[in-house]
C-alpha cells in the first residue's frame, strides 16, 4: 500500500492477531517513551502487554503496518467504533508516511467520522492529525485520563 511517496512503497497492512500482544506492546511503549517523556509511567511492561492482550487487540480493531521485505512490525492503529483509540509507530519509522497508511486504513473503516484524544502537550501529533484533516472539538483539564495529562478531541469528517 502506498501513500505519501516512495519511503511508504515498502509498507503493508494487516489485521492484527492475539499472538502480535508482543509486537503490538513494543510499539506502544517504545513510542511513548521517544516521543511522550512527560507522561508518567503508570504499569509495568507485563501489565502493559496484559492489557494489549486482553483488551486492545480482542475489543478493536487493529491495523499492523509491516516492512514488506522483512515483515518487521512499524506501527499500529486501533479502532474501537468511530474512535481511533492508539496509532503508534516505532520512533526509528517516524516520518516516513507510515503514520498515514495507517490514518488512511482507519478512515476508510470508518468513512464518515473518526474522533481522537490527543494530549495537549504532543505538539507532533496535533500537526499530524491536523494536517489529515480533524479539528479539536473540545479540551480537557486531564481528568478524563489515567496519565491526569491536559488533552484534546479531535474530530473528523467526511
Do not use: C
Not at 2 to 27: C, F, I, K, M, W
Not at 55 to 72: F, H, I, N, Q, Y
Amino acid at each position: 500500500m502506498q501513500s505519501d511517496g516512495p519511503l511508504t512503497a515498502n509498507v503493508r497492512l494487516r489485521a492484527a492477531v492475539a499472538e502480535d500482544a508482543g509486537v503490538v506492546t513494543e510499539v506502544f511503549l517504545a513510542s511513548r517513551t521517544a516521543t511522550m517523556p512527560y507522561l508518567p509511567r503508570l504499569h509495568s511492561d507485563e501489565a502493559t502487554l496484559s492489557w494489549i492482550t486482553h483488551v486492545v487487540l480482542p475489543d478493536t480493531r487493529v491495523w499492523l503496518a509491516e516492512d514488506a521485505g522483512t515483515g518487521a512490525v512499524l506501527g499500529f492503529a486501533s479502532l474501537d467504533g468511530n474512535l481511533l483509540d492508539h496509532l503508534y509507530l516505532r520512533p526509528e519509522a517516524r516520518r516516513r508516511g507510515i503514520g498515514t497508511v495507517l490514518l488512511e486504513a482507519v478512515k476508510s473503516a470508518s468513512p464518515q467520522e473518526l474522533s481522537l484524544h490527543v494530549f495537549q502537550k504532543n505538539t507532533e501529533a496535533r500537526a499530524f492529525y491536523e494536517r489529515h484533516g480533524f479539528v479539536v472539538v473540545d479540551t480537557n483539564d486531564g481528568s478524563r485520563n489515567e496519565e491526569n495529562e491536559p488533552d484534546m478531541t479531535y474530530r473528523w469528517t467526511a
